[in-house]
């Protein structure tokens, strides 16, 4: 899928898909002397970084731009309208959002979010994740109404008042036991190096990612839970739909591929959409690897980059899953998401221009 592999002794290199050139970016310069170690079976060598990031990072830059919902709050959120299937079809504007969490909305976001129209928020959070951070701030759904609502594991709906009132479906998709967060609770309460390490370092924390995409495909409450917003997104006049999990990047971008997918959008696109998370969140992650080293909880804070990235080869190990349990996308459609033939129709006739 790549033509570019990090050489002996670099420690930074932006891997563009379908390209040889390295592209121009302060990615690296952003994260510094990333340290870690992702192993070779992604074709890493031990030592070096590697930001998987589009073919083309200036115009993915100028995409973002015209995506990019305007949020200061979440700073993912972004339209997936403008992409065209491979008859030339266009996913339709404005209709099927994307995001980070909607937690950290503020008042600066409250006229943008608006002006979206959105009716439907997905939040794909886990009840921990919601009770933690705190759930969505979105205008014309009080935080009041939210908060006084017992969130469960279990999916739960919210409509605002009145008439036209906005509704939050709450599909959590999480698995407490899985190794992406034992791993991480067990990282950030010894911090002892040597012990993080163990636990992060040598591509462990990559296998661990490529772990929970194969889950998305394997689990049949995720996949169930996948399948609800499908649904919701295929019913007739529903308006404007924005999906995110915290990050929006995993969870959502394996929505995001299942969609785009399932609308005709070829894979080169969906994995530059998927990747688009590595340049938007760029500054936002830095950030946060920081201060894992400010409050002392990590030495080495970039073994947790892989947790982080978004990196082509989480993705499709979720496509590979797909393949080796299914006959195909059509197969995993019908027997892995249990959707038919007119859901796809629905998806189709809502979001899609042209005949």
Same mark, same amino acid.
């Given at each position: 899928?790549?033509?570019?592999?990090?050489?002996?002794?670099?420690?930074?290199?932006?891997?563009?898909?379908?390209?040889?050139?390295?592209?121009?970016?302060?990615?690296?310069?952003?994260?510094?002397?990333?340290?870690?170690?992702?192993?070779?079976?992604?074709?890493?060598?031990?030592?070096?970084?590697?930001?998987?990031?589009?073919?083309?990072?200036?115009?993915?830059?100028?995409?973002?731009?015209? *995506?990019? +919902?305007?949020?200061? @709050?979440?700073?993912?959120?972004?339209?997936? &309208?403008? %992409? !065209?299937?491979?008859?030339?079809? #266009?996913?339709?504007?404005?209709?099927?959002?994307?995001?980070?969490?909607?937690?950290?909305?503020?008042?600066?976001?409250?006229?943008?979010?608006?002006?979206?129209?959105?009716?439907?928020?997905?939040?794909?959070?886990?009840?921990?994740?919601?009770?933690?951070?705190?759930?969505?701030?979105?205008?014309?759904?009080?935080?009041?109404?939210?908060?006084?609502?017992?969130?469960?594991?279990?999916?739960?709906?919210?409509?605002?008042?009145?008439?036209?009132?906005?509704?939050?479906?709450?599909?959590?998709?999480?698995?407490?036991?899985?190794?992406?967060?034992?791993?991480?609770?067990?990282?950030?309460?010894?911090?002892?190096?040597?012990?993080? *390490?163990? +636990?992060?370092?040598? @591509?462990?924390?990559?296998?661990?990612?490529? &772990?929970? %995409? !194969?889950?998305?495909?394997?689990? #049949?409450?995720?996949?169930?839970?996948?399948?609800?917003?499908?649904?919701?997104?295929?019913?007739?006049?529903?308006?404007?739909?924005?999906?995110?999990?915290?990050?929006?990047?995993?969870?959502?971008?394996?929505?995001?591929?299942?969609?785009?997918?399932?609308?005709?959008?070829?894979?080169?696109?969906?994995?530059?959409?998927?990747?688009?998370?590595?340049?938007?969140?760029?500054?936002?992650?830095?950030?946060?690897?920081?201060?894992?080293?400010?409050?002392?909880?990590?030495?080495?804070?970039?073994?947790?980059?892989?947790?982080?990235?978004?990196?082509?080869?989480?993705?499709?190990?979720?496509?590979?899953?797909?393949?080796?349990?299914?006959?195909?996308?059509?197969?995993?459609?019908?027997?892995?998401?249990?959707?038919?033939?007119?859901?796809?129709?629905?998806?189709?006739?809502?979001?899609?221009?042209?005949?």
């Amino acid at each position: 899928m790549f033509d570019e592999r990090v050489s002996p002794g670099e420690t930074c290199r932006i891997r563009a898909r379908k390209t040889a050139s390295r592209a121009p970016s302060d990615l690296c310069a952003r994260a510094g002397a990333l340290r870690s170690l992702v192993g070779p079976q992604f074709g890493r060598p031990r030592g070096a970084v590697v930001i998987d990031q589009p073919a083309h990072p200036d115009q993915a830059v100028g995409e973002l731009a015209a *995506r990019s +919902l305007g949020l200061p @709050g979440a700073v993912n959120a972004r339209d997936l &309208g403008g %992409y !065209r299937t491979a008859d030339g079809r #266009p996913v339709r504007s404005g209709l099927v959002l994307r995001s980070d969490g909607l937690n950290r909305l503020t008042e600066a976001d409250h006229e943008p979010f608006a002006a979206l129209g959105v009716r439907h928020v997905i939040d794909l959070r886990s009840l921990a994740e919601v009770r933690q951070a705190g759930p969505d701030r979105v205008p014309g759904l009080p935080v009041a109404d939210i908060t006084a609502v017992e969130y469960s594991a279990e999916p739960l709906s919210v409509r605002a008042p009145g008439p036209d009132g906005l509704t939050l479906h709450h599909l959590p998709i999480f698995a407490a036991d899985f190794d992406i967060y034992v791993a991480l609770r067990r990282a950030l309460a010894d911090r002892d190096p040597v012990k993080q *390490r163990e +636990l992060l370092g040598d @591509g462990r924390a990559a296998e661990i990612m490529v &772990g929970l %995409y !194969r889950w998305f495909v394997t689990d #049949p409450v995720a996949r169930q839970r996948f399948a609800t917003v499908l649904r919701l997104l295929a019913e007739p006049g529903q308006g404007p739909v924005i999906f995110h999990c915290t990050a929006g990047k995993d969870r959502t971008g394996w929505t995001a591929a299942l969609l785009l997918t399932a609308l005709g959008v070829d894979r080169d696109t969906v994995f530059e959409d998927y990747l688009l998370t590595n340049v938007r969140s760029a500054e936002l992650i830095d950030t946060l690897v920081d201060s894992f080293h400010t409050r002392g909880l990590m030495q080495e804070p970039t073994l947790l980059l892989p947790l982080f990235l978004a990196d082509a080869a989480y993705l499709e190990a979720a496509f590979a899953e797909v393949a080796a349990g299914w006959s195909g996308f059509e197969e995993f459609w019908r027997a892995g998401l249990g959707l038919d033939d007119q859901v796809l129709a629905g998806l189709r006739a809502n979001l899609l221009d042209g005949a």
